[in-house]
Nanobody, 123 residues
Framework: QVQLVESGGGSVQAGGSLTLSCIVS????????MAWFRQAPGKEREKVGH???????SYADSVKGRFTISQDNARNSLYLQMNTLKPEDTAMYYC?????????????????WGQGTQVTVSS
């Protein structure tokens, strides 16, 4: 059974930083990326970015230069370092597993989701 468990969410003031973590277990895929999505109230879920098997990363324009995605060597853990946070970053953040061919930034095809962790940024 595949499980993704996020942690690290919370409340922070604008300009602050947070790091989210996601522990992945039970996954048997070889070619996949690990991704972060977010969903703000009243808005569609959007992809924040992902990291591929070779540690190549891609980011949405809205977070580029502020957020950093990383993984451990065994690909059991996924991280999202968020700096210079803005109120518009407020959302529920989800980690996800996508097959390699579904890893485009506009792709919403996800095989596994975590339960989400809330990030709230106040002005």
């Amino acid at each position: 059974q595949v499980q993704l468990v996020e942690s690290g969410g919370g409340s922070v003031q604008a300009g602050g930083s947070l790091t989210l973590s996601c522990i992945v277990s039970g996954l048997r895929y070889v070619n996949y990326c690990m991704a972060w999505f977010r969903q703000a109230p009243g808005k569609e879920r959007e992809k924040v970015g992902h990291v591929e098997r070779d540690s190549t990363t891609s980011y949405a324009d809205s977070v580029k230069g502020r957020f950093t995605i990383s993984q451990d060597n065994a690909r059991n853990s996924l991280y999202l370092q968020m700096n210079t946070l803005k109120p518009e970053d407020t959302a529920m953040y989800y980690c996800a597993i996508q097959r390699s061919w579904d890893c485009g930034l506009t792709s919403t095809r996800v095989d596994y989701w975590g339960q989400g962790t809330q990030v709230t940024v106040s002005s």
